[in-house]
């Protein structure tokens, strides 16, 4: 059964960057469209950049600015979330999760948080 394990969190300075990777365990990610989720404190998880099975960028709430660049490796079952010039209202826990999201696939997620 898949599992997915988020990973590359930690505490940056605000204009700071991180790497995030969800990997995956039990299956393979190749034929799924897989995405990155976040949930900041007080509010409502929501979806920041989604890729389809083939690598194609399908959605990003942050494309206009470029901060955020999605991307996965399909011989490593690996999915990672580049983020540039991080911001204080970037501070959250992000998950992965296919598309459309599992209940199943929800994990720890991993904290990122932006401060000076």
């Known amino acids: 059964q898949l599992q997915l394990v988020e990973s590359g969190g930690g505490l940056v300075r605000p204009g700071g960057s991180l790497r995030l990777a969800c990997g995956a365990s039990?299956?393979?990610?190749?034929?799924?469209?897989i995405g990155w989720f976040r949930q900041a404190p007080g509010k409502e998880r929501e979806g920041v950049s989604c890729i389809d099975s083939r690598g194609s960028t399908m959605v990003s709430v942050d494309s206009g600015n470029g901060r955020f660049t999605i991307s996965r490796d399909n011989a490593k079952d690996t999915m990672y979330l580049r983020m540039n010039n991080l911001k204080p209202e970037d501070t959250a826990i992000y998950y992965c999760n296919s598309v459309p999201r599992s209940a199943a696939l929800w994990g720890q997620g991993t904290q990122v948080t932006v401060s000076s």
């Open positions: 039990g299956s393979t990610l190749d034929y799924l469209d």
